[in-house]
């Protein structure tokens, strides 16, 4: 493919709003709040059994998701030396595409006492969610030169804000109006919207699919790929091994996603389970944050243009910081309303910005870009794995969530130490030559 094409561009960008869908509506939004209504009406409280194991229901959702990123840790870098050598990326991403928008259509079918069901769809979800991000994350050194990654990251991430925000907004009216639209009651057209995100998803992905191509293969797939894969993804991994900004960078990378990741996951319950604010009211906040995103990744691109990723960063880890210290403290809807706005300002102007820092580490002419942002994916599902297990365990251990907002914050304090003594390659001398 010919880089810096705006139609390939455009269509690789159209791709976060068919997943970013998923990562709002179904992860942060509308499913949490669904997920804990029905579970508790099923088993007349909190604690729920799952397989014979009595749990909280929020704790159980938790751990869920951390083992649906757990699996995915395990799989990618195989599948990833594979998709590299064969020139299956594309292929990957369509697979898991189609298990993430099928297990949220089939959420629609959920009712709270079919719990294992409901557990099942989620971890499906997930994988499809993230192992389909591993293989769309390494088309970026492909469609776009060094330049142009700030700017083209933080233009995926700021359409996926935007379009994930119109079919949220649809899905609220929906649910405010249900009766006009023919629901004999709120939860029936909440439980529509999985079915129009699974739709959304599958629907918009056909878009990427249609001009996003391969890097040649070797042929067929065949027993030999297999073992030929995993020499791909051993070279990168000792290649990388070598390379001490890269290292370095994944580890701070690994403490800050611990924060992120499970702030995205976890605010809606926060905010429902700590504060008792209203389904709507989380919705409608939800809605401002994406608007912020989008405000924040085009900003922060513009800063990284300006004065350098490093610095960019830093910036971003000290709000995300104060916004998790503060949490603790918060007493009121309207401070969870101002906290809610920083997160939006950093929340996708971080992700960008670390997705694009990584890709200009990666040396220019190499091909296996699956197999390098397998290990930039790996190091953000293990961070997601632990983030999740820590809030979780933290938070049935003391039986609130506000002292897991204090284990947060110091995973944000690490990551800004780790940044502040990393010296990150001048703008022009981002790219490394060597092939590998």
């Known amino acids: 493919m010919e880089k810096n094409n705006k139609k390939v561009i455009n269509a690789w960008c159209s791709y976060d709003i068919a997943n970013s869908a998923y990562n709002l509506i179904i992860t942060t939004v509308l ?24 749990v909280k229901n929020t704790v159980l959702y938790d751990y869920a998701i951390a083992f649906a990123y757990l699996i995915i840790i395990i799989i990618s870098p195989i599948l990833s030396g594979i998709a590299d050598y064969g020139g299956y990326r594309k292929r990957f991403m369509q697979f898991f ?16 006492i079919n719990l294992v069901f409901g557990i099942s769809l989620v971890v499906f979800a997930v994988i499809g969610y993230a192992g389909s991000l591993v293989y ?11 330049d142009r990654h700030d700017k083209v990251s933080a233009k995926g991430f700021s359409w996926g804000y935007a379009g994930s925000m119109v079919l949220l907004i649809i899905n609220l009216i929906t649910i405010e109006k249900y009766q006009f639209f023919g629901f004999s009651a709120k939860l029936d057209a ?30 067929r797939f065949r027993a030999s790929t297999l073992t030929k894969g995993f020499r791909e993804i051993i070279l990168v991994f000792t290649y990388i091994k070598k390379q001490r900004v890269i290292k370095i960078f994944l580890l701070a990378f690994f403490f800050f996603s611990m924060g992120v990741q499970t702030v995205i996951l976890v605010a809606s319950l926060f905010g429902s389970a700590e504060l008792g604010i209203s389904g709507s009211k989380l919705i409608i906040t939800i809605i401002i944050i994406q608007i912020l995103g989008i405000i924040g990744s085009t900003l922060f691109a513009e800063v990284s243009s300006r004065m350098g990723n490093k610095f960019s960063l ?13 949490a603790y403290f918060i007493k009121t809807e309207n401070e969870f ?8 300002l950093v929340m996708g102007g971080i992700q960008s910005q670390a997705r694009s820092t990584y ?68 703008q022009q001398k981002f790219r490394n030559s060597e092939v590998v």
């Open 31 to 54: 499913f949490p709040i669904y997920y804990q209504q029905v579970t508790k009406a099923a088993f007349k409280s909190e604690i729920v059994n799952f397989l014979g194991l009595l």
């Open 136 to 146: 769309y994350n390494s088309f970026l050194p492909i469609i776009a030169t060094p």
């Open 190 to 219: 909440l439980r529509f919207s999985f079915l129009e995100v699974g739709l959304w998803w599958f629907g918009i992905a056909q878009i990427p699919f249609f001009y996003l191509h391969d890097y040649p293969g070797h042929g």
């Open 359 to 426: 890709s200009k580490l990666i040396p220019e002419s190499t091909i296996d870009t699956a197999s390098y942002f397998s290990f930039y994916d790996i190091t953000e599902k293990a961070a997601v794995v632990m983030g999740m297990f820590s809030f979780g365990f933290i938070e049935q251990l003391t039986g609130s969530m506000r002292n897991s907002t204090i284990t947060l914050a110091s995973f944000f304090i690490i990551a800004l130490i780790i940044i502040l003594f990393l010296k990150l390659p001048q």
């Open 314 to 326: 830093i910036i971003m880890l000290i709000i995300w910081s104060a916004v998790c210290i503060f």
């Open 97 to 112: 595409t189609f298990i993430g928008s099928v297990s949220c259509f089939l959420m629609y079918w959920f009712t709270g």
């Open 337 to 344: 309303y101002i906290i809610s706005a920083f997160v939006g």
